[in-house]
């Protein structure tokens, strides 16, 4: 089973955005089985806080279904042995992350975008309130870490 940890600044917009997504999109191509999936903030700004609402109504406008009960989280050192991909929206959450997990030894750090081969950040709704296109940078990269399993 492959344990993958989506992380945003928040856990309120992006990354729980891509943990229904791939959730949705695993269901769909009947792997549940294959993988567990979560998601987490570098930050505690918004811990214990649902799913922005301009988030959810765009998982509901793409059919995306998401637990309501979703709250923020933030990552932890112990999330480093638990998961085998944590995967970054952004560089700014990279810098974050260095001061909860000093280290990257087992590889397992990723940039959301890389695996469309890209070197560019999913740009945060938060601050552009365009959350279209940042549900397409996130499906896409969804996708395309399907294939390479």
């Not at 992006?14 to 993988?35: Q, T, W």
């Not at 030894?105 to 959301?112: L, W």
Request: aromatic residues 10%.
């Amino acid at each position: 089973m492959t344990r993958i940890l989506f992380v945003c600044h928040g856990n309120i917009c992006r990354s729980p955005m891509a943990e229904f997504i791939l959730k949705a999109l695993v269901r769909a191509h009947g792997m549940e089985e294959d993988y567990y999936i979560e998601s987490a903030a570098v930050s505690a700004e918004e811990v214990g806080n649902p799913i922005y609402p301009p988030a959810k109504r765009c998982l509901t406008q793409h059919g995306v279904p998401f637990d309501t009960q979703k709250r923020a989280r933030q990552i932890t050192a112990a999330d480093y042995g638990r998961f085998d991909r944590i995967i970054l929206m952004d560089r700014s959450n990279r810098r974050w992350l260095e001061r909860i997990l000093p280290g990257d030894p087992q590889k397992k750090i990723h940039m959301m975008m890389s695996y469309c081969g890209l070197s560019r950040d999913v740009a945060d709704p938060w601050y552009t309130g365009d959350f279209e296109t940042t549900f397409q940078d996130i499906l896409s990269a969804c996708e395309a870490m399907l294939t390479l399993r």
